[in-house]
């Protein structure tokens, strides 16, 4: 069984101390977000094949990495850098201390341990496709022998989302589209 912790809470930056207090006594409850339905999660070394920690700051969480190691659970790290700025990601840990946490990762466990998460594109008067460009590879060499493997996908405007950076872009001044509005945009858009 492969754990994943958590794709949509960051368990490493907001709830590292209750995944390990779980991981030591060996199981969790989750409930099922369709049925109401809660059962119990063996978490034993012996049941877990694998952790994969999904994050934007795996700061908070590097001791705990520690452990989880010396417990013998292999773990990959989803982890989401995009060097936003702050008026997309006001909350976000900057790119350049989550890059520094990143290589920390990589010299205790290598750097087969970390994946790249450039992702949600956002198109945005702030982040046009040609600063994505730049952006993304500004990060790349910020990344190069930390990480072998990147994830990109454009973001997806459910209802929250858009919600969320309709508020922002008020509050922000800036303007933005949503991916399916740029299907001609993006048949020409190419990396050097």
């Known amino acids: 069984m492969i754990i994943s912790a958590s794709y949509k809470t960051d368990i490493p930056t907001f709830y590292g101390e209750w995944f390990m207090n779980r991981l030591r006594a060996g199981s969790c409850k989750v409930r099922n977000p369709y049925s109401g339905q809660v059962y119990s999660v063996d978490l034993t070394r012996e049941n877990v094949d694998g952790i994969v920690f999904w994050t934007k700051n795996i700061g908070p969480f ?6 989880v190691q010396e417990r013998g659970y292999p773990f990959i790290i989803q982890h989401t850098i995009t060097g936003y700025p702050r008026e997309l990601e006001a909350r976000v840990v900057n790119s350049v201390q989550a890059i520094e946490y990143l290589r920390e990762v990589a010299d205790l466990y290598g750097p087969d341990v970390v994946i790249w998460r450039y992702d949600p594109i956002l198109i945005s008067s702030l982040t046009s496709f040609e600063w994505h460009l730049q952006n993304f590879e500004n990060l790349a060499k910020a990344l190069e022998g930390v990480t072998d493997e990147i ?9 929250k989302t858009k919600r969320n950076v309709e508020a922002a872009a008020q509050s922000f001044g800036f303007q933005w589209q949503e991916a399916e509005s740029l299907s001609d945009e993006l048949v020409t858009l190419s990396l050097p």
């Open 62 to 67: 590097l001791e705990s990495l520690k452990e």
């Open 151 to 159: 994830v990109v996908s454009f973001a997806q405007t459910y209802r």
